[in-house]
């Protein structure tokens, strides 16, 4: 389940199609803090998550954001 800061949400519109077209979702991520709902999104569906993605580098979705989202889907 691949995630993407909305700061750049131009990444998360080019990878939007790809993801739709593989019955994939995109959720929306602070840079530096996972917001929420996102977190609750991860939790609530953690049992269907295979794989969670990230797009961008570092610069886009920091390691604090990808370790917590890493700890909601366990």
Not at 3 to 24: I, V
């Amino acid at each position: 389940m691949p995630r993407t800061a909305p700061e750049n949400f131009p990444d998360a519109l080019a990878r939007g199609a790809m993801l739709g077209s593989k019955r994939s979702v995109l959720l929306l991520t602070r840079t530096a803090t996972l917001p929420p709902v996102t977190r609750d999104a991860l939790v609530s569906n953690k049992q269907l998550i295979q794989t969670l993605r990230y797009f961008g580098g570092t610069g886009a979705v920091s390691t604090s954001v990808r370790d917590a989202c890493e700890a909601a889907v366990r």
